[in-house]
């Protein structure tokens, strides 16, 4: 769906020109679209999408490359949702960017501020600042090849007239960790319970220790005791401009990763495998290996009531989830726009939300349109049931073989996850599937890259099978059974930077930024790894560049570093003194946050 270069894009020759008009009409509801195509949804899958998996190159089409760049900005306008920072700001920064200093690092910058977890960046111009321009290197080149901005393609719909706001709001909580359900009145009962506990209590070290200092809960006012849980902006919801010849629209659902304290907490305490239903949040058993499993704080997240914002009011309204947010946008973009393609996006634990929003979302799409539902979907736009899709980068593990089967066999979605390869996030959780997932890598059993494939499937059956027996007989042996979905596509910040160079190997940063993910994907699949892509945006959350010529240590944070917007909209480098100048006169100024 998603076109290079919309207004001149050169749409293949048949027969896909053919099978778009086709499905434009509605006379071949199988036949995919391009939208569609492009999503790994054609009957070759990602090979068909332009993507080729392969250990040593793998082989990326432009059209899918600047796809996932486009999901990637997103995801990182998805935490630039306060606007303290800009207040801040003097001279030409807040003018210039109308919020283009925002990155995935802004969310929730001053615990003292009023705005500290919420949106307050209105949301038509939430991704206002992703131009054409921005993403590009100071003295690179426009011409018919460089993509369009995601501005151009993407942008927030309006509230509804009920109040339904595109922004959409979470509640972090221990919902199930200390319950100790799963196992009652067995002998493993108490087991389950203690280690529960012990889970519960410790990963509140590591969580006081380097996240301690980003509480989203506060005091109460009232008494100056206790805490008061409030919600956060967790995402968003984007509508693409109608491209092709059947005008195609895409509908994202976009998801931010772990910023505050009680999120980390839910990570790491509720690491347990639960019951998964999107309809219902009463369900605390630890999931049997053939039912249905959850990452207990992933679906808690997704499933859990929290206050949502009124439309462009800046109230919040009645508690509803983000799940019921996501499927009152889909009544209402269905009824409004050609929709063809869903999709979902996040980084981190955005990653695992776009993972369980998609397997809620094709449940939610089987549901519209099996037989006797005609009647809720008479007035619906789209006639053909769209196709959806994560886009995950960096996502850990979120569910079990069962999630698994009925995510891509019986709701049909597909999943690309970006990793790189010496990121440890997406090894996570499961620590049994990971080792056993390295045994058989080291015999030549891939069970990892294609979890649609026969060896994936395998491997993956094997495990079942022998943790349903172990479950039968009582033991709690499924609590720990993550599996990823989909396909992987894998980068490697170790080797692939060019000449601009990462720290040292091992440093959690450059391999989990998500702008290392964005900078290295501009590169996969071009002539000799050429790209455009302004390697300034690397350090924008994190001392990732070695060049020292360039600006370095969480350049974001000092107006005096030498980083500004110029007047095309573009992030350049000025050298000290020329940056002071510029500070002095209220012209230009860094990124300060």
């Not at 993507?51 to 990182?76: F, I, M, S, T």
Request: hydrophobic content about 35%.
């Amino acid at each position: 769906m998603l076109a290079s270069r919309v207004a001149r894009q050169a749409w293949p020759a048949p027969p896909y020109r053919a099978l778009c008009r086709a499905n434009a009409t509605g006379k071949a509801a199988t036949v995919p679209t391009l939208g569609q195509k492009l999503r790994g949804h054609g009957p070759d899958g990602w090979q068909g999408a332009g993507y080729n998996y392969d250990k040593a190159a793998p082989q990326l089409g432009p059209e899918l490359r600047e796809l996932l760049v486009h999901y990637g900005q997103l995801c990182e306008a998805g935490a630039a949702s306060t606007d303290s920072a800009l207040r801040s700001m003097r001279g030409g920064i807040e003018r210039a960017c109308d919020g283009g200093a925002a990155t995935y690092d802004r969310l929730g910058l001053d615990p003292g501020d009023p705005s500290w977890g919420y949106a307050t960046v209105p949301a038509d111009q939430l991704i206002a600042y992703l131009t054409q321009d921005y993403p590009l290197a100071p003295n690179a080149k426009k011409d018919e090849a460089t993509p369009l901005g995601t501005k151009d393609i993407y942008s927030l719909p309006p509230p509804t007239s009920d109040g339904l706001s595109p922004l959409i709001y979470a509640l972090p909580g221990q919902h199930h960790a200390l319950d100790g359900g799963g196992q009652e009145g067995k002998l493993w009962g108490p087991v389950e319970r203690l280690v529960d506990f012990l889970f519960s209590k410790a990963s509140r070290i590591p969580v006081e220790v380097i996240f301690g200092s980003r509480p989203l809960f506060v005091e109460d006012p009232a008494t100056g005791r206790g805490k008061v849980e409030r919600p956060a902006f967790m995402g968003y919801v984007a509508v693409s401009t109608p491209q092709g010849p059947g005008q195609e629209v895409d509908v994202a659902f976009v998801w931010r990763g772990t910023i505050y304290k009680e999120e980390w907490e839910s990570n790491f305490a509720q690491d347990r495998l639960v019951k998964f239903d999107p309809e219902h949040h009463d369900d605390d058993e630890t999931a049997k290996p053939w039912e249905v499993g959850v990452h207990d704080g992933f679906g808690d997240l997704y499933i859990r009531k929290a206050q949502q914002p009124i439309g462009n009011t800046g109230e919040l309204g009645q508690p509803e989830s983000p799940h019921q947010v996501v499927r009152a946008w889909l009544a209402h973009l269905l009824r409004s726009h050609n929709v063809t393609t869903i999709s979902t996006t996040g980084h981190s634990l955005g990653g695992a939300l776009s993972t369980v929003s998609a397997f809620a979302i094709g449940r939610e799409l089987d549901r519209l349109w099996a037989v006797g539902n005609e009647s809720e979907r008479a007035d619906f736009k789209v006639k053909d049931k769209p196709t959806v899709t994560a886009f995950a980068f960096a996502p850990p593990r979120v569910g079990n073989f069962t999630f698994l089967k009925e995510f891509s066999d019986t709701h049909r979605v597909k999943e690309l996850r970006v990793c790189n390869k010496g990121d440890e996030v997406p090894r996570i959780p499961g620590f049994w599937v990971q080792t056993l997932t390295f045994l058989a890598d080291r015999v030549h059993w891939d069970a990892y890259s294609d979890m649609d494939s026969r060896g994936a499937r395998i491997f993956a059956q094997l495990y079942y099978a022998a943790t349903k027996v172990s479950a039968k007989l009582g033991f709690p042996s499924s609590r720990w059974g993550y599996f990823h979905v989909g396909a992987i596509l894998e980068i490697d910040s170790d080797k692939d930077f060019g000449g601009v160079g990462v720290t040292p190997a091992g440093s959690f940063g450059p391999h989990h930024n998500l702008e290392v993910y964005l900078y290295l994907l501009s590169k996969l699949g071009t002539a000799d790894g050429a790209t455009s892509r302004n390697p300034l945006l690397i350090n924008k959350g994190d001392d990732i560049l070695a060049d020292k010529a360039l600006p370095a240590n969480w350049w974001r944070y000092a107006r005096m570093r030498g980083c500004r917007l110029n007047a095309s909209g573009r992030w350049e480098h000025e050298p000290p003194a020329t940056a002071a100048a510029a500070a002095s006169t209220g012209i230009g100024g860094g990124q300060q946050q």
